[in-house]
């Protein structure tokens, strides 16, 4: 199996040149290049080869407790104890007060070597993000130490066997009474609902507060420390991410901290949600990037026939697999960059509506490029893609849950084709965003105006929904363009700006 390598070079430049995160004041190229590159050195050496480890052992469920793979635990502990959960967190707290750009690039790192793993420790940044925005004084004293010193993860539980998207139909319940807050009731779903690593659990749980019949304002935000009152039912087993547990939880009276405002709950949580769509999106670009790099190196070691004059030929000397191997460099740095291109956006706060476009886009494309890059893969190396020996299996299986989870794909699509459209819902600052990274590019450009055609379609029409989903792919495609427009602008940064030039023609 071809060693995990983490791509930062090609995400300093997307973050530094693509997406300028140099025009930010708080951006320092030499501390994030520093950061990355000795979070990398451990995600090589410590977190990568416990992956096909997690994947063969699975979590497991004991005596109503989780326990994790083989050297899980000992991985987690080092992590902790070497600052990595504190990344983002306020210096006040105990935390490094990296900025969000730095905490991606990390991120990617971690999902491209250990995917499970990195789905159990990091809602924690979200986490974090919700108690400093909504939590009281005494909340953020109590966890965020904790929680960045690693000495508690946390879990986001929404999910309810009838509830999966339609949040609305929530049944679990939160009752106050002179005691405080009591949740009683069943999540599903739940990412690291259980696990060995930490002493303590933060459980952030929606659950409702008001009549039965309230819908979404009758929800609101809980801390919910793990408990006696709350268990572990099950865990699921799962196509992927065998060594993250997927918990069935029972709450049972369990003792509740509200945060925020009773029947703002929602509000409240997609702190923590949007966070999480971010990462998924790079969670399918660390896939995709991992898969280029199996298949070409694979490619470039496998003979198979001959060469016009006579020489052995190797695999990516035909040109159909340099097609696939092409299509999968394409869509590692492309959708790498279109998240941080959302991410800057979002770091420099000048359009909420823009950054609320952006981010489902991401969530979309990217979360298909890891999918799509993997299946290329399994493609180039034939049988022994197929074979579970080069790891591309597993990397389809991990990759295929970015799709559904943190909202599944056809509902952003929706979103997109909709609100999106509204005024004021960030249609307008995406266009002169497209035209931005278009540069010079026409065909950028042409695209451009026949998705403005289309969007003024759609805006008039009586029901948008049948053309969602091929409005959403066109206005995620186009975006991609856009991001490879730019890309090749500032390809002569890059390490290897020829292949970069070369990988735009198609697009531009």
């Known amino acids: 199996m071809t060693a995990f390598i983490a791509p930062t070079e090609d995400i300093l430049f997307s973050l530094h040149h693509v997406a300028g995160a140099s025009s930010l004041a708080s951006w320092d190229p030499e501390l994030a290049g520093d950061i990355l590159g000795h979070f990398a050195g451990f995600a090589e050496g410590v977190i990568a080869p416990l992956n096909a480890v997690g994947d063969r052992q699975h979590a497991q469920l004991v005596n109503g407790r989780v326990r994790m793979p083989d050297g899980f635990v000992a991985a987690y502990a080092q992590m902790a104890e070497d600052g990595w959960q504190g990344l983002t967190a306020p210096e006040a707290f105990g935390g490094m007060g990296a900025s969000p750009l730095i905490a991606a690039g990390v991120s990617e790192v971690f999902s491209g070597a250990n995917h499970a793993l990195q789905m159990v420790c990091n809602l924690v940044p979200g986490a974090i993000a919700t108690l400093m925005k909504y939590g009281t004084l005494a909340q953020q004293s109590e966890w965020i130490a904790k929680l960045a010193s690693g000495a508690a993860l946390s879990t986001m539980c929404l999910t309810e066997a009838q509830a999966g998207s339609d949040l609305s139909a929530i049944r679990c319940r939160a009752e106050n009474s002179d005691e405080g807050w009591r949740i009683t009731g069943e999540k599903i779903f739940i990412s690291g609902g259980d696990q060995d690593m930490t002493a303590e659990i933060l459980h952030l749980v929606l659950a409702r507060s008001g009549p039965a019949d309230s819908g979404m304002k009758g929800l609101s935000l809980y801390l919910c420390p793990a408990q006696p009152g709350v268990s572990v039912t099950r865990i699921e087993e799962k196509m992927g991410l065998h060594a993250s547990p997927t918990c069935q939880l029972r709450f049972d009276g ?74 999968q460099r394409r869509l590692a740095l492309g959708a790498r960059a279109m998240c941080h291109i959302a991410l800057v956006a979002l770091e420099t706060g000048d359009s909420p509506a823009l950054c609320d476009f952006l981010t489902p886009l991401c969530k979309v494309f990217g979360s298909q490029a890891g999918i799509r890059a993997a299946d290329l ?103 991609f363009a856009a991001a490879w427009a730019r890309i090749d602008a500032v390809a002569d940064n890059h390490q290897t700006p020829q292949e970069l030039k070369r990988l735009a023609l198609a697009l531009i």
């Open 254 to 327: 369990a003792k509740a901290e509200l945060i925020g405002t009773e029947g703002q709950g929602l509000q409240a949580m997609f702190t923590l949600m949007n966070h999480a769509r971010i990462d998924v999106a790079l969670q399918g670009v660390a896939h995709a990037s991992r898969a280029a790099d199996i298949a070409a190196a694979y490619a470039a070691e496998r003979v198979q026939g001959r060469l016009s004059d006579g020489s052995p030929a190797l695999l990516h000397h035909h040109a159909d697999v340099q097609r696939m191997l092409d299509d």
């Open 377 to 479: 893969g399994i493609q180039i190396l034939g049988g022994y893609g197929y074979l579970t020996e080069y790891g591309l299996d597993q990397i389809w299986r991990d990759a295929r849950i970015c799709a559904i989870y943190e909202g599944a794909n056809g509902i952003h699509e929706r979103n997109i084709a909709t609100r999106g459209l509204r005024p004021g819902g960030g249609a307008d600052e995406f266009a002169g965003l497209v035209t931005e990274l278009a540069g010079g590019s026409k065909t950028v450009l042409e695209r451009l105006a026949d998705w403005q055609i289309w969007r003024s379609a759609m805006t008039q029409a009586s029901d948008p929904l049948p053309q969602a989903h091929a409005f959403a792919q066109e206005t995620a495609n186009l975006f």
